[in-house]
């Protein structure tokens, strides 16, 4: 949303296209490349956060689907809300102040875990021990995890600092880029520099927004892929989202390079490669 609003584009335009591009994207970097690597990542016979899931007392009573399906996506639905909150309410009111305050990740993530003690466990039959037991249980592995992706974020911020931004702003200005090429281009260099996509899509949308307009580009909304496409290129250990994969599944550093990294390469290339494409035929 940040990306559309810089660019000026069309949402009902660039979800369109987003989905066009992103199927076949999502088919490439997904199924198969998981054909190619999955023979030859050898994981432990182990996995600590997967034994908490599957060494469980089979129950007779289980939360249905929907029920089940609304837990885990509130807190998506209520970001997305954040994202929007602009767009649906008149800025600066109280109730806009309300929608960006659900629809911050961190709130957003504590009222669907607050919600899902009674949809999946005072619901379900369980008491408030058990829950209390459930929670240490859950939460406390993923201490370590918080612990890394904050100094992610921390490299984040002394890369940022540093002046990285400015240095990549020259070289994309020296070497006189198309606006689309410049978006996925300062967007990856910024990802791979930073390590946030959140700061790469935004650094990148504001620096070309101005570029694009100035030389009238006419397809904004393909900007706002462009864009998106390099601001998840390259993960790596810069990345809080590297660490999350490499713990949930119990893999080495190579091994998250050599899946998750190429897995976000080839999304960002791919999705890149059809933007270009779509770029040459409208």
Request: some cysteine; proline content about 5%.
């Amino acid at each position: 949303m940040m990306a559309v609003l810089a660019y000026n584009a069309s949402v009902g335009q660039t979800v369109l296209y987003a989905i066009l591009i992103g199927i076949p994207t999502a088919i490439i970097a997904g199924p198969v490349y998981a054909k190619f690597i999955v023979p030859r990542i050898q994981l432990p016979a182990q996995n600590p956060l997967e034994r908490q899931f599957i060494e469980r007392e089979p129950r007779t009573r289980l939360p249905s689907f929907a029920l089940t399906m609304g837990t885990l996506l509130l807190p998506v639905v209520l970001m997305m809300i954040g994202g929007w909150a602009n767009v649906i309410s008149t800025s600066g009111t109280a109730f806009n102040q309300f929608l960006l305050f659900i629809g911050n990740s961190v709130i957003a993530l504590l009222l669907a875990t607050l919600v899902s003690f009674w949809t999946l466990g005072i619901a379900q039959g369980f008491n408030r021990e058990s829950i209390l037991q459930f929670t240490n249980e859950c939460l406390a592995p993923t201490a370590s995890i918080t612990l890394l992706v904050g100094a992610g974020g921390g490299l984040n911020r002394i890369l940022v600092d540093a002046g990285v931004t400015h240095e990549i702003l020259g070289l994309a200005h020296a070497f006189h880029l198309s606006p689309l090429v410049m978006g996925w281009l300062f967007a990856a260099l910024m990802r791979i520099a930073t390590g946030s996509a959140t700061v790469a899509m935004t650094t990148a949308s504001g620096v070309v927004a101005p570029v694009a307009m100035g030389l009238g580009y006419p397809h904004p909304e393909l900007l706002v892929l462009a864009t998106g496409a390099g601001s998840v290129i390259f993960s790596h250990v810069n990345d809080g989202g590297f660490w999350l994969i490499k713990e949930y599944f119990n893999m080495t550093v190579i091994q998250t390079f050599k899946t998750w990294t190429v897995l976000e390469t080839l999304i960002s290339l791919v999705a890149f490669g059809l933007t270009y494409g779509l770029s040459q035929v409208l």
